[in-house]
């Protein structure tokens, strides 16, 4: 009955998928930000699927189940907290630049060599995002069907490409709108069979009122805090996200999404976790799996199971086929520097180049999925590394023009040395061991754990605003959001490589 009831719902997900691929028309412009012609609704869905994966799913109730409940929360809270930084502050500028890709801003903004720096750290992070997706497909096949880990890794990843592929953030959008309703059904589904059957007797000092996860270190909280900036502040230079808030038909479609997104995934996600700490009173404390699968298998009725199960592999296949299609345009685009090309009777380049580029961007994150094989801690490791180089040139880039090349160089470079160095020599990430890359030292000890995301976010800040302040540039690049759209459709043309000097210049 599971294998039945998934399988039905991935053929729905991908039938959908392929039916309006047709709207691709061969334009890469409707396939990488579809055609920026999206009403709200579309791109909220499209948006909550980006946020609601399985490291904000199964990562939030194993961590919930051992730490308590922020340290599970903190995953889907910290998205939900960019998404409404996103909406108040940035959803309406970014729709009106028109960009493509999110590293357009950084070429505008800081020149080609801060874009080629920005690409690189983005493709990486999102591989690690999205194999964080795949190990929760391997291990939800491997524990109900028996299927190897690795086998079940594919298996996901070959479905989220195959209509990705044919339909882009167009079938992304809409296959969306499905996943989303099946994990918001199970979610529902299951706090009110918990809350019947058992009740939601949570132990005292791990439910939502135990504060002092967030004020005791001893409890966890600056780890918990860590995880919350790291989401919060880090995620907003996510390059799935911007895409779809690119292609909102207006800033105000795209405002209105980042809001609706950011109430979907904190409806979807907390119960969760508030299900699996009132199951802490009849659940063993050794379990053989991920904690949501035992309940579900060994708890749970078998048609909740089988919605739940719908849900979770459809926000790992949500949130895995629009962060590969984001990664394939960085690396094509802004590293690889193919354009879009409009010129009657020819194909667009850009569209061919990116559907090719999936396939290595998924073989990666497979080969990543199948070496560490974690859900929630992948989640953050990506969006602090994001925190410590990219969200410090991006926003103030944004809002003070005093900002120069040299000094996004310099951030980027201080804030990459200072996270890569403390995380190899802390022997745990966010309360789980340093499995990666651990250098064993005298130095540091657990305790250190969660710091590391505030000291090279703020090593980050200080280098940029101390170079900008101190540098004289030859000319201040400040982007003109009015403007941005047509520098960034002349760079589109069939002769970008000639303009793009001389419109650089003029922005």
């Known amino acids: 009955m599971i294998l039945l009831g998934v399988a039905i719902s991935i053929a729905v997900v991908v039938a959908v998928g392929f039916a309006v691929s047709r709207r691709i028309e061969g334009d890469s412009s409707n396939f990488l930000v579809g055609g920026r012609m999206l009403p709200f609704w579309l791109v909220g869905g499209a948006l909550m699927g980006a946020a609601v994966d399985t490291n904000a799913t199964l990562g939030n109730t194993d961590l919930a189940f051992e730490f308590g409940f922020w340290a599970g929360a903190a995953l889907p809270l910290g998205l939900a907290l960019c998404l409404t930084i996103t909406g108040i502050f940035f959803a309406k500028p970014m729709n009106r630049m028109g960009l493509t890709s999110f590293p357009d801003y950084y070429r505008l903004r800081f020149g080609r060599s801060v874009e080629i ?26 524990y109900f069907l028996g299927m190897p880990y690795w086998l079940g890794v594919l298996l996901i990843a070959g479905i989220a490409v195959a209509y990705t592929g044919t339909g882009g953030l167009i079938a992304d959008a809409y296959t969306a709108i499905i996943q989303m309703a099946l994990i918001f059904g199970g979610a529902v589904g299951l ?17 939502p009122l135990a504060l002092g996860q967030l004020s005791d270190p001893a409890q966890g909280a600056v780890i918990n805090w860590a995880t919350l900036i790291a989401l919060g502040i880090g995620d907003v230079v996510a390059i799935d996200f911007m895409a779809r808030v690119f292609s909102a038909k207006s800033p105000e479609a795209a405002r209105r999404a980042c809001f609706t997104a950011a109430a979907g995934t904190v409806a979807i996600c907390v119960p969760f976790g508030l299900v699996v700490l009132a199951a802490h009173s009849f659940m063993p404390e050794e379990l053989d799996g991920p904690v949501l699968f035992v309940l579900l298998d060994q708890y749970a009725p078998a048609g909740l199971t089988v919605l739940v199960l719908c849900g979770l592999v459809g926000a790992s296949m949500s949130t895995a086929n629009g962060a590969i299609l984001a990664i394939s345009n960085v690396c094509v685009r802004n590293l690889g520097g193919v354009r879009r090309v409009r010129a009657p009777g020819r194909r667009d380049p850009l569209l061919r180049a990116t559907r090719i580029a999936m396939v290595p961007m998924t073989v990666f994150s497979i080969l990543l999925a199948v070496y560490v094989q974690q859900t929630g801690i992948l989640l953050t490791l990506a969006f602090d590394l994001m925190l410590a180089c990219l969200a410090v040139p991006f926003i103030l880039g944004l809002i003070w023009r005093r900002g120069t090349t040299t000094a996004a160089v310099a951030a980027i470079s201080v804030g990459f040395v200072v996270r890569i160095g403390l995380f190899v020599m802390t022997p745990t990430m966010f309360g789980v061991e340093n499995t990666i890359l651990y250098i064993p030292n005298t130095l540091i000890d657990a ?3 969660g710091w590391p995301t505030f000291i090279a976010f703020a090593a980050g800040l200080l280098t940029y605003v101390t170079v900008a302040l101190t540098t004289r540039p030859a000319h201040l690049r400040g982007l003109d959001i009015r403007v941005a759209q047509d520098v960034d459709d002349a760079l589109d043309g069939p002769d970008a490589s000639e303009k793009e000097p001389e419109l650089a210049k003029a922005t």
């Open 191 to 207: 706090f009110l069979w918990m809350t019947a059957t058992h009740g939601l007797d949570i132990a005292e000092g791990t439910g």
């Open 447 to 449: 305790s250190f754990d």
């Open 117 to 142: 720096g920005a690409s690189v750290l983005l493709a990486v992070a999102f591989c690690m995002l999205v194999a964080g997706n795949l190990v929760a497909g391997g291990l939800l096949f491997n």
